[in-house]
């Protein structure tokens, strides 16, 4: 089955800082690569999503690139804010099955 | 739209007692339903599959006659947490996709019920 690795467990920047957020996977069938943000207590929430066929997507602060090749994909967030402060997942899938990376902890610090 | 919501939202009872968690699709039709837990601190795992009107697809690990899902409609699944124990607190996460669903399309999460068992 697929298995995914996410770096760094922790992260700690100042507000203004860029984030970055790595992730490898294993099953070379994997072609859909959803983030999601979760504060404490709260459900996953969508932030940005890829699909195999794209190298890089962004929305606004947010970005995702991905290599296939290497089978690893990032998350970067520009100009962090406090808010921005939460656990952040990535995910991989082939079929309709989610699975997680271990989560990374972003702290924005004033 | 793509709603999903998750009844209770935190549960505390006993050692020994089965709970039962709904998860809703509010505004769409889910013949597939996906049951997560979470201990604190920890990823996301997938338990089990759910299909309206067949047997639940349990991942490896899961016990199916601990955890016991139905997906009676399209709109419904249950997960009853039966002789819960201590170990068995963590954090249920629902998600659900509506009939139509394409490979490559997001999940919808509920809001989650916390389960804490004395």
């Known amino acids: 089955g697929e298995n995914v690795e996410q770096h760094p467990s922790t992260l700690s920047v100042q507000e203004g800082d860029s984030a970055v957020i790595k992730c490898t996977y294993s099953?070379?069938?994997?072609?859909?690569f959803p983030w999601y943000k979760q504060e404490l207590g709260k459900r996953p929430q969508l932030i940005i999503d890829?699909?195999?066929?794209?190298g890089e997507k962004k929305d606004q602060r947010i970005a995702v690139t991905l290599n296939k090749t290497a089978k690893h994909f990032s998350l970067h967030i520009t100009e962090t804010q406090p808010e921005d402060s939460a656990v952040y997942f990535c995910?991989?899938?082939?079929?309709?099955?989610?699975?997680f990376g271990t989560g990374t902890r972003l702290q924005v610090t004033l | 739209g793509a709603v999903v919501s998750q009844h209770p939202s935190w549960v505390i009872c006993k050692s020994g007692t089965s709970v039962k968690i709904e998860c809703r699709s509010l505004?769409?039709?889910?013949?597939?339903m996906f049951w997560y837990r979470q201990f604190p601190k920890q990823s996301l795992m997938l338990m089990a599959t759910?299909?309206?009107?067949?047997?639940?697809?349990?991942e490896q690990g899961v016990e199916k006659d601990k955890f016991l899902i139905n997906h009676a409609s399209l709109t419904l699944s249950t997960l009853t947490v039966t002789s819960a124990h201590p170990e068995d607190s963590s954090f249920y996460i629902c998600s659900a996709l509506p009939p139509q669903a394409r490979l490559n399309q997001p999940q919808h999460f509920g809001d989650g019920t916390r389960l804490s068992i004395l």
């Open positions: 995910a991989a899938t082939a079929t309709f099955k989610l699975t």
């Open positions: 505004d769409f039709q889910a013949t597939t």
């Open positions: 099953d070379s069938a994997s072609n859909y």
């Open positions: 759910s299909n309206e009107g067949s047997k639940a697809t349990y």
């Open positions: 890829i699909r195999s066929n794209v």
